[in-house]
């Protein structure tokens, strides 16, 4: 039985004003209630208490808001607390959902990106967050170190905690804006991990580059945009800095994140003149 057929049995609410899915972090479920649902949270959220037994704690998701991209969270069944850790991958992330959001919908991204690690790379995340590519990476891969630049105190604070809980040795956490960050060395590979408006960063990416090296790079067009803006923003950034791109290794859409509107990841190879 599905997700939404399931509550509407346990509610007597209609099908049409049910969330179709939900995002599960550690032990919290995290829905988003509209109109006729969001009138009847409490009866919902006990509900899906009684469907997940291992679940301790309901969220109905309100909104993002503000730089940090801080969710706003308001809990309508079970445990007041909203910190929880999370496992993937064979990793261990301590997270607060009303603090920091952690997307389910860039799980395949996370996973396909420790596959394409060399062994004894350097790799600057410039947007750690709590470690949400650098921990994956490090307990996965054989890396030689990470640079996980955040600019986010309280997500710096999870990415630290979430450094010692995984016992890893080779990430450098450093906190502040990538773009006003200097570092003794450079990078195999670059993850920009950040949207909207990546493109600003590019400078900086391509200035933490080696002469030859990948930047992952994300952001997110309207579908008129692709793939023409993404390329040709890349190409301009690369030339701009002394570089020429090689290849397209991959472009894809990642998810949705409005109506013909969508994050995406292009991963890129470059080398210098």
Known sequence: MSFKRNLADRTGLPLKVLPSSYQKVGDIILIKLFGEAAKQKKKIGESVLDMFPYIRTVCMIKGITGEYRTPKIEVIAGDKNTATIHKEHGCIYRIDVAKIMFSKGNLTERKRLINQIKPNETIIDMFAGIGYFSIGIAKNTKVKKIYAIEKNPTSFRFLRENIKLNKIKNIKPILGDCRSVVLQEKADRIIMGYFPGTEKFLSTAFSLLKDKGIIHYHNVYKQS?????????????????????????????????????????????????
């Open 225 to 273: 945009e692709l793939w023409s803006t993404p390329l040709k923003q890349l190409r301009k950034s690369a030339e701009a800095h002394g570089f020429v791109l090689i290849r397209i290794m991959t472009k894809k859409k990642v998810k949705s994140v409005a109506p013909r509107t969508y994050h995406i990841v292009i991963d890129a190879k470059f080398k210098k003149r």
